[in-house]
């Protein structure tokens, strides 16, 4: 317990290192992570539904070779591909915001120092080094979030793109 208590009281102290600024870096990576997780949820448990549900109604189609069969099973491949790419977008939107989050500390940060440095003049170091803990914490914070969310938006991309190739080459034309 005591180590939790501690654990606890360091977050504390770094985002209170980290200024404001590390709040909205800490917002932007959790909306991010909740949707990262939503998608690998929807991965394991309802992807493969979908294409089986895909796979089920073109097999109990009579007929697979007209025109027409050929559009339904463009559309049956695009609505599952749909389904299987959705949020994705916005992932990665919020992977690049994050280190832009960061940097907006980097520039509140340097404002405090030159606030500082204004006031105090350049000699206290000491007063200085708020400052420029809020411009450096931040940035990294948002670097590392960003990070972490380039590598699950791609293996989410690649993953939906492996399953929709696959139920494409499911689906095939005979019959």
Same mark, same amino acid.
């Given at each position: 317990m005591q180590s939790l208590l501690?654990?606890?009281?360091?977050?504390?102290i770094f985002m209170e290192k980290g200024g404001v600024v590390l709040y909205g870096v800490l917002a932007v990576t959790f909306f991010m992570w909740v949707l990262i997780i939503e998608r690998i949820w929807y991965f394991t448990a309802s992807a493969k539904t979908d294409v089986r549900?895909?796979?089920?109604? /073109?097999?109990?189609?009579?007929?697979?070779?007209? /025109?027409?069969?050929?559009?339904?099973?463009?559309?049956m491949i695009s609505?599952?591909?749909?389904?299987?790419?959705?949020?994705?977008d916005l992932i990665k939107t919020l992977v690049a915001?994050?280190?832009?989050?960061g940097l907006l500390g980097t520039v509140t940060g340097m404002v405090s120092v030159f606030d500082v440095m204004a006031v105090l003049g350049s000699g206290n170091a000491r007063a200085m080094a708020d400052g420029v803990s809020k411009a450096t914490i931040p940035t990294m914070a948002g670097m590392v979030a960003a990070l972490s969310g380039v590598?699950?938006?791609? /293996?989410?991309?690649r993953k939906a793109k492996r399953e929709s190739e696959r139920?494409?080459?499911?689906?095939t034309m005979d019959h």
């Open positions: 501690d654990a606890y009281t360091a977050i504390l549900r895909a796979l089920a109604a /073109w097999e109990s189609r009579d007929e697979r070779r007209s /025109w027409y069969a050929h559009k339904v099973r463009t559309a609505e599952v591909s749909q389904n299987l790419n959705a949020n994705v915001t994050c280190p832009l989050v590598f699950m938006s791609t /293996w989410i991309e139920l494409e080459d499911t689906l």
